[in-house]
């Protein structure tokens, strides 16, 4: 192993290596503190090259790699394991926007780009790139593709997988694969981009990428609504959907109780309501002309029953106050304490039937717990999480947990749905993989995985 660690810290020079364990600390630790991991080296390569060379010389020594961006993954995807064995590879000094082509509108940027960083970017080119998450001041590009990121304008651009046009990765045996091109048509044989987009750096280090740019959106309006019942977000979804054909982009369920938590944890994010009110949905839509028309839309929807109390964002401060809530609820969540986390996706059709019967499950199987629901319903994503309380011990926490948990996946699983909509797999839920796809889906990764990485020296431990 010392010589190997050696021949990296040669492939990246000086600045290029962190082997001190204070400074290594941020980087093997899962932000929410369920998995420390350990490692001997983190990498830190400037350019594909020596992302090549530092996957050549760990597949010589057949030892595993883990690449790492921002570590913000929800599922422990981006930290080395327990053994110390596996060498730590961030993409963070690959940071650079290699070239713009508004007529184009597409993107080149190193992998180790922050995501916030590629908006701004694409905003001063007179354009929009959509994808936003709340972690987006931190989490990187590459990472973003290799979970396949959803976040909170799916509904109108689609995940980051939409969002790619050319990949250039690092194979397990150091190659450079080079599909870096920025074309909306290519036909030309398998789309091999695609394999890598999702794989959660287990089949191959992406290093660049082409991403497409869109026109900026224009006016936005932003809402906070509040509700009668979850099931109700559906209707007013589609009510919403008629009024702004294509232009809705954000539509996010928020229960009462999680913007309590909310209200609880986050300095100074409170609720602009005086009512109380059970239900919540934060939504964003391309209005062009101002908010006269959501205005309308919203009044109707109160007639109708489908709305009680709006606040329509009217300037700058307060969207970004309305945002704020929302961006909040991770950090506050983590800060309430352990909690089953359910990132599960139905069809939309079907998502009033998962809230209710979601319901109808928890309550008999286990009725003093919390249900902590928010996220992307318009995707037909939630974040149906549970909270038990506080005075069970670990090993309660546990077998409950698995419990509570399987019985949930199964009802999407009834439902067409998937128990990963948009966190990925990572190492917290590769049992679930392995149970929910089993058969030629599962056997067919599993070859992939063999075949692209027969030594098993990426990302061991995660996904599959
Ligand atoms: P990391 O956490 O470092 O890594 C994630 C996975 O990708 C790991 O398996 C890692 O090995 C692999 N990886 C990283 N870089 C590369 C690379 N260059 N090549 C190959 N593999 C690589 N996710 C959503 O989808 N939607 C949300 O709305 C959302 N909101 C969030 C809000 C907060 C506050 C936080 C903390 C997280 C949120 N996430 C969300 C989860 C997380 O931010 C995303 O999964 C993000 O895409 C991870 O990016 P990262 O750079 O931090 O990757
Ligand atoms: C979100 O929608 O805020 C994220 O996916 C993060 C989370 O689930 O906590
Ligand atoms: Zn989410």
Excluded at 400 to 428: C, M, N, P, Q
Aim: glycine content about 10%; hydrophobic content about 40%.
């Amino acid at each position: 192993m010392n010589q190997l660690l050696e021949q990296l810290k040669a492939i990246v020079g000086p600045k290029g290596w962190i082997s001190d364990s204070d400074a290594l600390e941020p980087h093997v630790n899962e932000w929410r503190g369920q998995f420390i991991g350990r490692t001997p080296l983190m990498i830190m390569p400037a350019s594909t090259s020596e992302v090549s060379q530092v996957v050549a010389a760990c597949a010589e020594a057949s030892t595993g790699i883990v690449p790492q961006g921002g570590n913000t993954s929800m599922c422990a995807g981006g930290i080395p394991d327990e053994s110390g064995t596996q060498i730590l590879l961030s993409l963070a000094r690959m940071n650079r926007i290699r070239a713009i082509d508004a007529d184009n509108f597409s993107i080149e940027v190193d992998a180790g780009c922050i995501l916030q960083t590629i908006q701004e970017a694409a905003h001063d080119a007179g354009c929009c790139f959509p994808l936003s998450l709340g972690a987006e001041g931190s989490c990187q590009i590459g990472g973003n593709i290799a979970t396949d990121a959803g976040g909170l304008n799916v509904i109108r651009y689609g995940t980051a997988r939409a969002l790619v046009l050319g990949l250039e990765v690092v194979l397990a045996d150091g190659t450079v694969l080079n599909s870096l091109r920025s074309l909306r048509k290519d036909t030309a044989g398998y789309d091999l981009k695609q394999l890598f987009i999702g794989s959660e750096g287990t089949l191959g280090i992406i290093t660049g990428a082409a991403l497409r740019l869109f026109p900026d959106p224009g006016q936005l309006t932003t809402a906070l609504v509040a509700i009668p019942s979850s099931g109700t977000s559906v209707s007013l979804l589609g009510k919403l959907q008629q009024h702004f054909p294509e232009r809705v982009q954000t539509f996010e369920l928020v229960s009462d109780y999680v913007f309590g938590l909310v209200d609880r944890y986050i300095p100074d994010a409170g609720l602009p309501f005086d009512g109380d009110y059970p239900w919540y949905v934060l939504l964003e839509a391309a209005t062009g002309d101002g908010p006269g028309h959501l205005e309308e839309a919203l009044m109707e929807a109160v007639e109708e029953g489908m709305v009680l109390d709006a606040v329509i964002a009217k300037n700058s401060a307060e969207v970004d106050r309305l945002w704020r809530l929302r961006h909040s609820i991770s950090e506050a969540e983590r800060q309430a304490g352990k909690a089953l986390k359910h990132d599960i996706s139905v069809p939309v059709s079907r998502m009033q039937e998962f809230l209710s019967r979601g319901d109808e499950l928890l309550e008999e199987l286990r009725p003093d717990a919390t249900l902590v629901a928010f996220g992307h319903v318009g995707d037909g994503n939630l974040h149906y999480n549970v909270s038990l309380p506080h005075s069970i011990d670990s090993e309660e926490f546990a077998s409950e947990g698995k419990r509570i948990t399987g019985a949930i996946y199964d009802l999407v699983a009834e439902l067409g749905g998937s128990f990963s909509a948009e966190h990925g797999v990572g190492r917290l839920k590769r049992p679930y993989l392995a149970e929910y796809r089993a058969g030629p889906e599962y056997e067919l990764m599993r070859k992939l995985k063999n075949t692209l990485d027969p030594a098993s020296i990426l990302n061991p431990g995660k996904v599959i």
